[in-house]
């Protein structure tokens, strides 16, 4: 895989998301990989950015807060979330508000005026 992107000159803006072992590996093979891990609530969060220098954090929907999204833009770390399917305007705003970085979602357009009207 990191051949292929290598060759299609995708590589230093792919982002890449799987267990900590597979991030590991990756970034063994391609040391500046963009590694995105997943937040799980209660975790050994700062023992994991050691080990793992993330790029980004994929956080459940259901856990974004201020304070979360405060601390990891603090160390640099991007957050991004999947918005649920039933995810309304106002709760698409909140999530925009709080600075989230990137909200993953087929519903584009909902996201984008949420984003708009959120200003």
Excluded at 23 to 31: A, G, K, N, T, V
Excluded at 79 to 107: C, M, W, Y
Aim: net charge negative; aromatic share 10%; hydrophobic share 40%.
């Amino acid at each position: 895989m990191l051949q292929s992107l290598k060759e299609y000159d995708f590589l230093e803006n792919s982002v890449f998301y799987g267990s900590d072992a597979i991030l590991e590996h990756i970034r063994q093979i391609f040391p500046r990989a963009k590694l995105m891990a997943s937040y799980r609530r209660g975790e050994r969060l700062q023992e994991r950015i050691r080990e793992l220098t993330p790029y980004a954090f994929d956080v459940p929907w259901p856990l974004l807060t201020s304070e979360l999204i405060e601390s990891l833009h603090l160390q640099n770390i991007k957050i991004f979330s999947d918005a649920p399917h039933n995810a309304t305007k106002e709760e698409l705003q909140n999530a925009v508000h709080l600075g989230i970085d990137l909200i993953q979602t087929d519903r584009i357009f909902e996201v984008y005026e949420a984003e708009r009207s959120g200003k």
